[in-house]
Structures are given as C-alpha cells and as structure tokens.
C-alpha cells in the first residue's frame, strides 16, 4: 500500500485558518466596518449643516425683500419713525411706517391702520426676534402716550435667532448715515439693515429706498428796501406802500396839514 507524504504547507491548508488569522480578518473588517460609517455620518453631517446654511440663507432673502418691497411701496404720505427702548444691557428697537395702512399687509389692507412697527426685540433666548405690531387710531395715540408695553398687543413673528439686527437712516441734509432718526427730522431717503442669524460668520447689509415726500420748508424774506429798486417801499416801517415808479411825491389830501 502507498502512502504519500504531505508537505507542511498542505497541512496548514488542511487544518483552516489559525486564530490569530480570523482575528486579523475580525480587525480589518471591523476598521472597514467603522470607516464606513463614519463616513456616513460624516456626509449626513455636512448635508445637514448644508441644509441649515441653505434654510438660513433662505429666511434672510425672504426677510431683506420684504422689507425691500414694503419700504419701496410706501405711500407719499407716509412717515418712518424709529424708536428704542433701553431693556438693561440691550436695547429693543422699533422701526414704524405712520400712514401706511398697507405696509407689511401682505395683500390685505386695513383702512383702520395707522401704524405698523418692525420691532426688534431680544427674547428669552437670549437672541433677537423680528416682529410686527399693527396699532389703529386709538392704539397708536396710546402708544404715543404709554408706549408699546401699555398695549399687550401680540406679536406677529417674522425671524428668530438673530445675533444683530440694525437699521441706520441716511440724513440728505448732512450726507452721513445715522444710527438714530430723531423726530422732526427730515424723512430718510436711504434705509440700511444690518442682519445676522445665528451660526452666520458675517453678517450682511442691504439698502431700501423710501420714497417718502420731503415736507419742505419755504423760507419767507422781507422785502429789502433797496434805494435802487423803484417797487422797493419808501418806509421801512410801510411795507404796504404802493410803488412810485415815477418817484413823485404823492399829492398830500386836503385834509392833511402842509
């Protein structure tokens, strides 16, 4: 009988595989294992914060050409207030459009409305909210009185976790930008936003042209008592006398003495 010897190469391959074998096998499927998913979690990752740059960037342009489109629309007649209100260590503003009943109406319009404020409040958060406050008549003449506080009117959100959101009006009269519309002054032009949400690095800027008519003031002068100009009045004091172009003395009445 023959018997054919095995070289220890086939012994090994007969016997499998050892343990430190399956355990290096165990090892590299488990690295490729963890590779891939943290690569999977990593493209999860990047297009969620993809999205969330996408949805903030989003409520941005939609906010900036709301306010665009409001302030561009707004009737001759109307007036731009600004307002402010020291809350310990921050300040909430209020930007108002007087005699604007369809300002940030969004297709309707309350004959009623006398005031519509874009108020910037800081809430508990911590960050800044825009919102809208509509006052009639009676409320905005209150309001004027007591301020908003006195109202407890509720607010109708437009933009959530803002880290800044700040409005400078462009004064004609000296070219510079201002931080503060102070009343009686002279209706902005110009209107500048500066806006940042949260997670923003930046923050950005944008420009609205109000067409708002200028209440202008005429400036009276007194008629000058020019020697030299033959309508100019002869007294001073006589600013009715009628003109002697012909500068001949008027004829005294008889019942004047010489």
């Not at 409520?59 to 561009?72: A, P, S």
């Not at 809430?123 to 009185?145: H, K, N, P, T, V």
């Not at 708002?212 to 008592?225: A, D, G, H, L, S």
């Amino acid at each position: 009988m023959r018997t054919r010897h095995r070289s220890p190469r086939e012994w090994r391959l007969l016997k499998g595989f050892t343990l430190l074998e399956l355990s290096i096998s165990i090892a590299v499927l488990a690295i490729l294992a963890i590779g891939i998913f943290s690569l999977t979690a990593g493209s999860a990752e990047l297009m969620d914060e993809l999205q969330q740059f996408q949805d903030r960037e989003a409520q941005k342009r939609r906010f900036v050409e709301l306010c665009r489109d409001n302030f561009e629309n707004l009737p001759p007649a109307a007036r731009i207030e600004f307002d402010y209100k020291d809350r310990g260590g921050h300040y909430d503003t209020y930007l108002s459009f007087v005699d604007a009943p369809s300002a940030f109406g969004f297709g309707s319009m309350r004959p009623d409305m006398k005031r519509v404020i874009l108020a910037a409040e800081i809430d508990s958060s911590g960050f800044a909210r825009s919102a809208l406050y509509y006052l009639d008549a009676e409320q905005d003449r209150q309001y004027l009185r007591q301020g908003l506080d006195s109202l407890r009117l509720r607010p109708i959100p437009l933009l959530r976790r803002l880290k800044q959101i700040t409005w400078r009006f462009y004064d004609p009269r000296s070219q510079q930008w201002r931080e503060v519309l102070e009343q009686g002054a002279a209706q902005p032009p110009l209107v500048e936003l500066t806006l940042a949400v949260d997670g923003d690095a930046e923050p950005i800027r944008s420009v609205f042209w109000a067409p708002i008519r200028q209440q202008v003031e005429i400036e009276t002068k007194p008629p000058t008592n020019d020697p030299n100009d033959p309508n100019s009045p002869k007294d001073p004091n006589a600013p009715n006398q009628p003109p002697n172009p012909d500068k001949i003395d008027p004829v005294p009445s008889p019942d004047q003495k010489p």
